[in-house]
């Protein structure tokens, strides 16, 4: 998982915008105002992004804005994401682990009262980073 950034083509339409991802198939959305177009253009690209990575599919490489056809009205705009944000978001969903550590290591864990699933929690979390 990681931080991306793609060219987004937007479509002025009768009420708002039409946006797609000439990168990603199945990449688009819509918003009634600009505004809205951007942040759902962020939230459909870390969506597919993430059913990506998910998914074991290979992640294109961003095409150059200047290389992307355009129509009548249209414009090209970076959109970025965080599929790690976007994975915090909708997964928080806790998951059963099994691990192995030393005897010793439980024991003295164990006097000392920490929380195991706290601690797995927090060394994910910087080996993820």
């Not at 688009?28 to 969506?47: H, K, P, R, S």
């Not at 990506?52 to 992307?68: A, C």
């Not at 550590?101 to 929380?115: F, K, Q, S, Y």
């Amino acid at each position: 998982m990681a931080k991306y950034v793609y060219p987004a083509v937007f479509t002025p339409e009768e009420k708002g915008y039409s946006v797609y991802f000439p990168d990603l198939e199945g990449c688009y959305t819509c918003g009634d105002d600009l505004q809205d177009a951007l942040v759902m253009a962020e939230d459909i690209l870390a969506f597919v992004l993430y059913d990506y990575e998910t998914g074991g599919k290979e992640i294109p490489i961003p095409t150059k804005r200047e290389d992307i056809p355009l129509g009548k009205g249209e414009f090209t705009n970076f959109i970025a994401c965080d599929t790690i944000e976007y994975a915090k978001m909708h997964n928080s969903r806790a998951v059963k682990k099994t691990l192995t550590i030393p005897e010793w290591l439980n024991e003295a864990a164990t006097r000392a009262g920490v929380n195991f699933s706290q601690v797995l929690q927090d060394a994910l979390m910087e080996k993820v980073k």
